[in-house]
Nanobody, 122 residues
Framework: QVLLVESGGGLVQAGGSLRLSCAAS????????MGWFRQAPGKEREFVAS????????DYADSVKGRFTISRDNAKNTVYLQMNSLKPDDTAVYYC???????????????WGQGTQVTVSS
């Protein structure tokens, strides 16, 4: 089991940037695939980005491709989500997730953080 704690959310104007962090503890972080998901009010949780254990491969939802960057620092047991050119549609609670393999499906991940709110004003 992996304990995940997100941070870095907040209120930002459209066009601005935020960097989310997710600190992990428990299982060996370097052997854990990581993902970011988000959930807006009244909507289902949706995939945002994922990164493989070593960081060599990443995947992004079309809606964030070119604006968001996922990265990880295995020495710090932390995964990041750099979000640029934010839009009001990016407003949601953002969750990090840990699993054995990367996937766009939430059910493929075993452990989840508590989430951090991102609000983008127009």
């Amino acid at each position: 089991q992996v304990l995940l704690v997100e941070s870095g959310g907040g209120l930002v104007q459209a066009g601005g940037s935020l960097r989310l962090s997710c600190a992990a503890s428990g299982r060996t972080f370097s052997s854990t695939a990581m993902g970011w998901f988000r959930q807006a009010p009244g909507k289902e949780r949706e995939f945002v980005a994922s990164i493989t254990q070593g960081g060599a491969a990443t995947d992004y939802a079309d809606s964030v491709k070119g604006r968001f960057t996922i990265s990880r620092d295995n020495a710090k047991n932390t995964v990041y989500l750099q979000m640029n050119s934010l839009k009001p549609d990016d407003t949601a609670v953002y969750y990090c997730a840990a699993g054995s393999i990367t996937s766009r499906r939430a059910r493929r991940y075993d452990d989840w953080g508590q989430g951090t709110q991102v609000t983008v004003s127009s």
